[in-house]
């Protein structure tokens, strides 16, 4: 991991921040210009280095994770540069982010106890209010969230894949997705300015924290998971049975 307390030990910026287009690092450029004021300035030496470091994390798969110290510092300026570092300041309407993550079943129970379950269309089920915090076991100090459902879906979808659903079975896990209000002030990035380093279209942001109290939870095709839960030469947690009870009560897998 490159430690950025180390490399920009103050992170000395212009009057403005990342306002030059013709910086090497930037994928997609169009995108950063309709955020900055012309004339365009730039960027100081350290915000070369970022936006490389940047670019490397969001784009390149080279940085897998980025030091917390560096993030901290973007934040505490997030009201100065609000067109580059606020989440508000994307597409009109933004208000929501999105996490797709595993939790345990029995906090899935005490979410659903907590809040109101209901049926949000075919397969997929929301829990909201849910009352809960989830606390990430990462170590990063920030997590990944996406501006569009379907993004953080994906990850879901895809842990419930072949045998990767036996494996959250015998760990207790349960896929879902988090939704989050952007008014969480720890929201970091204009998802239209990450699309300028990156060569995904993920509408990703972070979250400079490491817990998040969630608005409302989804679960998408949740029986999938559970045709899993039977012929297995383990114990199942009764949670998984309790919670197909209360979807089943819903209308289960009819439209």
Known sequence: MIRLKDLLKEFEYGNK???????????????????????????????KKLLKVLSSYFSKDVLKSID???????LALKSKFPKILDPFKGRRGLDLAYRGTTIGIDTLLKAINNGNLAKDGYNTYVINNPKITIQSKGSTGYLSFSVEMVDADSFALTSILGNRRINLIKQGL????????????NF??????????SEYDEDEILLIDTKYTPSAIYMTSPYSLFKALDDQDFTVDPGYYELKEKLDALGGNRK
Do not use: H, M, Q, Y
Request: aromatic share 8%; charged share 30%; proline share 8%.
């Open 17 to 47: 921040l990342f306002a030059d287009i013709g910086d090497e690092s930037l994928i997609n450029p169009e995108f950063l210009d309709k955020l900055i004021a012309k004339p365009e300035e730039e960027n100081t030496e350290d915000e």
């Open 68 to 74: 917390v110290t560096i993030l901290k510092k973007l």
């Open 174 to 185: 349960f896929p879902v997705t988090a939704e989050v209000s952007l008014k969480n002030p």
């Open 188 to 197: 970091l990035f204009n998802p239209e300015f990450v699309r300028a380093v």
